[in-house]
């Protein structure tokens, strides 16, 4: 067994007493009902093999991570121009926020938190029908990861429909300083189907490699971004990927990283790894409490810190 292997299995060996431990996130009713008692991870090393424990197999909802392929996907269609429309700054808020859009005139502070995937949504539908957009979305992340199984859960984005007050309230707002260009429902609509993408750990870690060398994918041999522009998307994972906790994800972790409220979290190790974690249990700030707790001792054991 390799080196890498037996420290992944220790990682699950040591946490698995606490796995069910946080709180699902409900206020999207699909997900209140995935049970918390599981965890899964996986890292997939620049070399292409895949060392892996628990669920790692199991399909969760990646919710908030598909920003990290909506923003590269968005930057492929729009290059720098898209930072006219969304900031490059930690917001310092939850992820669902609303006080920071009225300071700042509809501009939202980054494009992980809620507000700044929506103006991405609204970009990535630009000459398109929803249908459309979400049709790219879908295709962009198979092609990221090879897989082409990998879709939508239909039941969840319409979970999602139904009870997303919240963004629909940003929405709106943005709409209002007229920071959209298209009808907020279906920049919602786009917006809330690739939050219900569900991928597993493998398939995760297979789809952030291109983050971790250099802009390409090393298994599929192909180019996805250029290297600064993955730089860049790791810089903004970093400071942003975790909302009102990215400062301790960095503190413990220190590595890019960005959270799903389905509980999981695909991290960065530049040169080195990309590493999907995943168990349902939130912290208060809406970021994998077991999940983060698994890589903060990956990252110790791996010595893998971006510092
Ligand atoms: O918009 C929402 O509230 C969810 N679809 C995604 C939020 C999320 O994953 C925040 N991450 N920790």
């Known amino acids: 067994?390799?080196?890498?292997?037996?420290?992944?299995?220790?990682?699950?060996?040591?946490?698995?007493?606490?796995?069910?431990?946080?709180?699902?996130?409900?206020?999207?009713?699909?997900?209140?009902?995935?049970?918390?008692?599981?965890?899964?991870?996986?890292?997939?090393?620049?070399?292409?093999?895949?060392?892996?424990?628990?669920?790692?197999?199991?399909?969760?909802?990646?919710?908030?991570?598909?920003?990290?392929?909506?923003?590269?996907?968005?930057?492929?269609?729009?290059?720098?121009?898209?930072?006219?429309?969304?900031?490059?700054?930690?917001s310092g808020t939850a992820f669902n926020s609303i006080v920071q859009l009225e300071y700042e005139k509809g501009r939202p502070r980054n494009p992980f938190i809620n507000a700044g995937a929506i103006a991405v949504a609204d970009m990535i539908l630009a000459g398109h029908q929803p249908r459309e957009a979400i049709g790219e979305i879908v295709h962009f992340v198979r092609f990221v990861s090879g897989d082409d199984s990998i879709a939508i859960d239909h039941e969840v984005a319409k979970s999602e429909t139904g009870t997303g007050y919240r963004n629909f309230a940003l929405a709106n707002f943005m709409r209002s300083f007229g920071r959209l260009n298209h009808p907020v429902e279906h920049v919602l609509g786009v917006y809330f189907h690739h939050c219900a993408l569900a991928m597993s750990c493998r398939q995760?870690?297979?789809?952030?490699?291109?983050?971790?060398?250099?802009?390409?994918?090393?298994?599929?041999?192909?180019?996805?971004?250029?290297?600064?522009?993955?730089?860049?998307?790791?810089?903004?994972?970093?400071?942003?990927?975790?909302?009102?906790?990215?400062?301790?994800?960095?503190?413990?972790?220190?590595?890019?990283?960005?959270s799903g409220v389905g509980g999981g979290i695909l991290a960065v190790a530049p040169g080195k790894a990309s590493i999907a974690v995943w168990s349902p249990g939130l912290n208060e700030y809406g970021n994998s409490l077991v999940g983060t707790a698994a890589l903060e001792l990956l990252a110790q054991r791996t010595g893998w810190s971006v510092f």
């Open 1 to 90: 067994m390799s080196e890498l292997q037996e420290l992944v299995d220790g990682v699950y060996r040591d946490l698995k007493s606490h796995i069910g431990e946080g709180k699902v996130a409900d206020y999207i009713p699909e997900l209140a009902k995935v049970d918390p008692k599981q965890f899964g991870i996986a890292v997939a090393t620049l070399d292409g093999s895949f060392h892996i424990a628990g669920d790692a197999d199991a399909p969760f909802s990646i919710q908030s991570i598909s920003k990290v392929f909506t923003l590269t996907l968005a930057l492929g269609m729009a290059g720098d121009t898209l930072w006219t429309r969304v900031g490059r700054e930690p």
């Open 204 to 258: 995760l870690a297979r789809a952030g490699l291109y983050l971790a060398a250099g802009g390409r994918n090393p298994v599929l041999d192909s180019r996805v971004v250029s290297r600064e522009r993955a730089r860049r998307i790791n810089a903004l994972m970093l400071m942003c990927g975790h909302y009102d906790a990215s400062g301790d994800f960095a503190y413990r972790v220190g590595l890019p990283g960005k």
